[in-house]
DNA sequence: CTATTATTCAACCATATGGTTGAACGATTG
DNA sequence: CAATCGTTCAACCATATGGTTGAATAATAG
């Protein structure tokens, strides 16, 4: 199920840095070893594991170990609950414009121009 | 069009916040006054403020002068890109899980009645 | 002009975050 | 077992973040 939702603070906290963004964009089309990814970086290989720790956390990637290296793949749950979070919000303001749309609809038949 | 992608960093660094997101859930039902917004939460003015310093920041929502109170509403562009960006993730790892299916398809005609 | 209301700015504090280096651990190879 | 490869952990540093209080500004009311 949909976890609860102070998730969302590791979620969108997760996603709120690009080298994060970056990995998780790699991530998602191929799983890598925790090895694999470092190398793609400018930074050291204890930084990459901790933006992978966070994303950990964030429940966005999974890790399973495969002898000795760590494979990591994404996990698509939690994205999917992401969206549907922000999905709410355009949902929420797309129904205020047609509430307006329909007052001014109404009120410009109904009124002679005031204001 | 769509943002500059460093534009990201705030928006989901200001999504994190779950105060922001509640500000930004009573802003998307009714545009409200910095004051008003304040009194809605056990923090001061001046943390108020800054959070929607944050918000206003990464686009999410707009301030307006009215007199002297200023009038915050949603900037619904912003949520909408932020949702398209998680959007194409999902179509990445759907993706891969069609190719995934598939593959196992093909390999399972190819094999001997197996299952 | 003065007072009042609404908001912003500045200085400060505690904790969190993103990075480093170096040591330790776990699994495989010889 | 010893050596090695891949990964994690610990200590540390600089900067960012979220909060406070108190002073400063902006717009209206008297």
């Known amino acids: 199920m949909v976890e609860r939702l102070s998730h969302l603070d590791a979620v969108f906290g997760s996603l709120s840095d690009p080298t994060r963004r970056d990995i998780l964009k790699r991530?998602?089309?191929?799983?890598?070893?925790?090895g694999e990814i470092a190398t793609q970086?400018?930074?050291?290989?204890?930084?990459?594991a901790?933006?992978?720790?966070?994303?950990?956390?964030a429940k966005l990637i999974s890790k399973e170990?495969?002898?000795?290296?760590?494979?990591?793949?994404?996990?698509?749950?939690?994205?999917?609950?992401?969206?549907?979070y922000l999905e709410t919000y355009q949902q929420l303001w797309e129904h205020r414009l047609d509430s307006l749309a329909r007052f001014l609809k109404t009120t410009s038949t109904n009124s002679k121009g005031s204001r």
Chains 1, 2 share one sequence.
Do not use: W
Request: hydrophobic residues 45%; charged residues 25%.
């Open 27 to 34: 991530v998602s089309r191929k799983s890598m070893t925790v």
């Open 41 to 48: 970086y400018p930074l050291t290989f204890a930084a990459i």
């Open 50 to 57: 901790k933006h992978l720790n966070v994303l950990h956390r």
């Open 65 to 84: 170990r495969r002898g000795r290296e760590q494979v990591v793949s994404i996990a698509p749950d939690t994205l999917l609950a992401a969206s549907r």
